[in-house]
């Protein structure tokens, strides 16, 4: 039963984002589909992220409710219907719409999950065993890019999505199966509910809500506009070659489980701004035309942004005290419509300046990020940060 347990949760890390980013190999096609228009191919993908920071707060009320597994079940089967409407989508506003609806499904799966492992394991086992999920959401949102690239390659994007629906629906099958019913523990009815206002006030998880959509502006934007680059001369790569440097994101399956260890030793501001620097080196190395370099550069930038990601959460979820849950509920809400920002926003600068410029927007933001959060990643004198309890990453994948 442990045995499948954890395979469980580790579908439902494949399952949260296998789709949420799997447009960015099919851009290339998509916008030729739109009409060249990078902005509004760009939001196919941002309609997505913006679905899950509108869900994200609301996912654990609805867990509170009706049950943690039941929440992870129906959403993972859920999520399966948007999926199939995507490739029937009749024009790209459709499209977005498909995917915004998707969107708001996936929280109630990774939101809850991690909830769900927090409950059922011991502290000390529960660590190892989100360490197994975060490893699943990172290697879900890999096979989603690779998959729809693959497909799309031969039997255009509309197939695409459809092979990625009808995996979501045995994943979804798997996890009703594997996953035992939970704890639940219930919350008292008449428990009063953390004022979100305060949370905005206190510098600490002010500045760590603007890192977090910073991180998440950057990662998407990169790998989205990553895309339309190599898809054009001299490269002219096609959907199935440029699902494959989505490779890069599995050295973070390796990587990232170390980052707790730096946190350790130099501290969460420090680590932040180390892991910007690798990011935003990467980023200057996919200037250079080879593309061997361009995949070194990739591997940096996605690495430096997962341990970048791993200290801001870590801090997020040490530093907000009892007011852990609302607090990463933010957080959560505002790494996700950064996202959303990143798939357009960087499309003027596309426009403008192409690919070098979109390096130089992504390096802003890097450089602000670890600005911030070297000010403000200080725990309040007053409060205790409780490492021996802290809750696991949420999100996982970026």
Same mark, same amino acid.
């Not at 509910?193 to 206190?202: D, E, I, Q, Y």
């Not at 061997?292 to 870590?314: D, E």
């Given at each position: ?122 502290? /000390? ?6 360490? +197994? !999920?975060? &490893? =699943? ?6 096979? #989603? @890019? %690779? $998959? ?91 959907? /199935? ?6 490779? +890069? !994101?599995? &050295? =973070? ?6 980052? #707790? @260890? %730096? $946190? ?135």
């Amino acid at each position: 039963m442990i045995n499948r347990r954890r395979i469980a949760v580790t579908l439902a890390g494949i399952a949260a984002f296998i789709n949420l980013y799997a447009p960015q190999s099919l851009l290339p096609l998509l916008r030729d589909w739109i009409g060249n228009d990078a902005a509004r191919a760009g939001l196919i993908v941002s309609a997505g992220t913006f679905g899950v920071a509108i869900a994200a707060p609301f996912a654990g009320l609805l867990a509170d409710r009706f049950g943690r597994r039941r929440v992870i079940v129906i959403a993972a089967f859920l999520a399966v219907v948007p999926g199939l409407l995507a490739g029937l989508a009749p024009t790209p506003e459709a499209l977005m719409l498909i995917r915004l609806v998707q969107g708001l499904c996936l929280p109630g799966i990774f939101a809850v999950t991690v909830a769900y492992i927090a409950e059922e394991w011991p502290a /000390a086992e529960a660590r190892a065993v989100t360490a +197994v !999920y975060v &490893a =699943g959401t990172i290697g879900g949102g890999f096979c #989603g @890019r %690779l $998959l729809s690239g693959v497909v799309a390659e031969f039997a255009g994007w509309r197939w695409a999505f459809a092979s990625l629906a009808l995996l979501q629906l045995a994943l979804a099958l798997l996890i009703r199966v594997w996953l035992p019913p939970g704890r639940d523990i219930p919350r008292l009815r008449g428990t009063p509910r953390t004022p979100l206002l305060p949370l905005l006030l206190r510098p600490g998880l002010r500045g760590a809500y603007a890192t977090g959509f910073l991180m998440l502006f950057a990662l998407v934007g990169g790998f989205t506009y990553i895309t339309l680059h190599l898809s054009q001369a001299p490269y002219s790569l096609g959907p /199935a070659a440029l699902s494959t440097i989505f490779v +890069v !994101y599995l &050295a =973070g399956i390796v990587i990232t489980p170390y980052s #707790g @260890r %730096l $946190l350790n030793a130099y501290g969460h501001a420090k680590v932040l701004v180390m892991a910007w620097a690798f990011g935003v080196t990467g980023l200057l190395l996919t200037l250079f035309p080879p593309l061997p370099v361009i995949g070194v550069g990739l591997c940096l930038f996605s690495l430096g942004l997962f341990i970048a990601q791993t200290a801001t959460t870590s801090f997020v979820s040490e530093s907000a005290g009892l007011q852990r849950g609302p607090a990463v509920g933010l957080y959560v809400t505002c790494y996700y419509l950064g996202g959303s920002a990143g798939g357009v926003i960087p499309a003027v600068v596309w426009h403008w300046a192409g690919w070098p410029g979109v390096v130089g927007l992504m390096c802003c933001a890097g450089g602000i990020a670890a600005l911030i959060g070297w000010r403000s990643f200080r725990f309040p004198k007053d409060e205790p940060h409780p490492v021996e309890d802290a809750v696991p990453e949420v999100g996982g994948e970026a």
